[in-house]
T-cell receptor, first 114, second 113 residues
């Protein structure tokens, strides 16, 4: 997982509350990504950012928001509008957003909303 | 639309035997293909990729994968499995000049002693 940190590892929230997941990288990568992982469904892209102060929606952006104020940081907010927020969230980064570059993943945050 | 299929939810193999984890893809162009491994409650680790050139790609931990354009496959292989290889394996595809990786649903590899 080296170079990308996510915190916290486990997060518990009550329904109706917004929650922010942290992602920091020290790899000097330009591109960063957020994925959601559910059992049997693989990884689904929530948001990605190719450069500071710019980001694009992925396949399942509804109910989520992001910011990219610094190159090293790409926090994800799970809002109360997300209908089924309980999942394992993975942050990743790559050298650039070019398609031939592999992505490096953080250790993940497991969010449980009750 | 791009897609990746991993037809087996689980693969079981005895330690010391060769292993194969299957992946097929559907894209409308030249694909870039990746394999990742995930251990329980951890992030994904990059194993290997095919961009161009030799169809047999060697990666980390003794794994290799063969790109077969006619069969649109990119199967992951290892000549001799270890118990420590037991994990969840993901195949992924992207296209030139796109920003996204499309992941398969994953295959759980179980290596028995």
């Amino acid at each position: 997982d080296g170079g990308i940190t996510q915190s916290p590892k486990y997060l518990f929230r009550k329904e109706g509350q917004n929650v922010t997941l942290s992602c920091e990288q020290n790899l000097n990568h330009d591109a960063m990504y957020w994925y959601r992982q559910d059992p049997g469904q693989g990884l689904r892209l929530i948001y990605y950012s190719q450069i500071v102060n710019d980001f694009q929606k992925g396949d399942i952006a509804e109910g989520y928001s992001v910011s990219r104020e610094k190159k090293e940081s790409f926090p994800l907010t799970v809002t109360s509008a997300q209908k089924n927020p309980t999942a394992f969230y993975l942050c990743a980064s790559s050298l650039t957003s070019g398609s031939s570059y592999e992505q490096y993943f953080g250790p993940g945050t497991r969010l449980t909303v009750t | 639309a791009q897609s990746v299929a991993q037809p087996e939810d689980q693969v079981n193999v005895a330690e010391g035997n060769p292993l194969t984890v299957k992946c097929t893809y559907s894209v409308s162009g030249n694909p870039y293909l990746f394999w990742y491994v995930q251990y329980p409650n951890r992030g994904l680790q990059f194993l290997l990729k095919y961009i161009t050139g030799d169809n047999l790609v060697k990666g980390s931990y003794g794994f290799e994968a063969e790109f077969n354009k006619s069969q649109t496959s990119f199967h992951l292989k290892k000549p001799s499995a270890l118990v420590s290889d037991s994990a969840l394996y993901f195949c992924a595809v992207s296209l030139y000049n796109t920003d996204k990786l499309i992941f398969g649903t994953g295959t759980r590899l179980q290596v028995f002693p």
